[in-house]
């Protein structure tokens, strides 16, 4: 079975602060992961993926992700937050199947 | 590609009540999922459809919900003799399926539905 864990529900960095946002995933198989953003009154959108290609993954907004199997992680970074960058980021994994399992998501705050 | 849309934004109704959403998948996805979201959780997968077909129902889905995608485009989400215990928001999304596994989905904004 394919599942993803947040740790951390809140996340508060300062404008120009390392952004940091776990997750760690089980997988059977490997995994396919995925970080999507989520801003008020939006529909979630993808910012990076990671299908096995590359372990270093580039996304959008200065995103980028890195997959690291010793640690079933897929943490999200960003070297310098915007205020823009606030929002409700989420990780998930495709399962074998065609299921998107999601996590519980992190609520990013930028303090000006 | 004007997205995928949902309809209505917003619904109250009381208990007991039927409701009926619809979602307008990006015209060449081939892949439709229903997800609910309630505050606090990541989006919670309910049903999927290829095309037309239902090929997954999650065991969240209780009879009381009936999804249908009659021509393989826009969907419909049925909930009968709703109780407060599914207020959430219900997000639809889409996906052209045949790039792999590194398929993107598509949201749309969801409609939030509160039951008194």
């Known amino acids: 079975a394919q599942s993803v864990t947040q740790l951390g529900s809140h996340v508060s960095v300062s404008e120009g602060a390392l952004v940091l946002l776990r997750c760690n995933y089980s997988?059977?198989?490997?995994?396919?992961l995925f970080w999507y953003v989520q801003y008020p009154n939006q529909g979630l959108q993808l910012l990076l993926k990671?299908?096995?290609?590359?372990?270093l993954v580039k996304g959008i907004n200065g995103f980028e992700a890195e997959f690291k199997k010793s640690e079933t992680s897929f943490h999200l970074t960003k070297p310098s937050a915007h205020m823009s960058d606030a929002a409700e980021y989420f990780c998930?994994?495709?399962?074998?199947?065609?299921?998107?399992?999601f996590g519980t998501g992190t609520s990013l705050t930028v303090i000006p | 590609d004007t997205g995928v849309s949902q309809n209505p934004r917003h619904k109250i109704t009381k208990r007991g009540q039927n409701v009926t959403f619809r979602c307008d998948p990006i015209?060449?996805?081939?892949?439709l999922y229903w997800y609910r979201q309630t505050l606090g959780q990541g989006p919670e997968f309910l049903t999927y459809?290829?095309?037309?077909?239902?090929?997954?129902k999650s065991r969240l889905l209780s009879d009381r919900f009936s999804a249908e995608r009659p021509k393989g485009s826009f969907s419909t989400l049925e909930i009968q003799r709703t109780e407060q215990g599914d207020s959430a928001m219900y997000l639809c999304?889409?996906?052209?399926?045949?790039?792999?596994?590194?398929?993107?989905?598509?949201f749309g904004s969801g409609t939030q539905l509160s039951v008194l």
């Open positions: 998930a994994v495709r399962g074998t199947g065609n299921q998107f399992y």
């Open positions: 997988s059977s198989v490997p995994p396919y």
């Open positions: 990671y299908t096995s290609a590359a372990t």
């Open positions: 015209s060449e996805h081939n892949r």
């Open positions: 459809f290829q095309n037309e077909a239902q090929l997954e």
């Open positions: 999304a889409s996906m052209r399926q045949g790039e792999g596994m590194g398929e993107k989905l598509f």
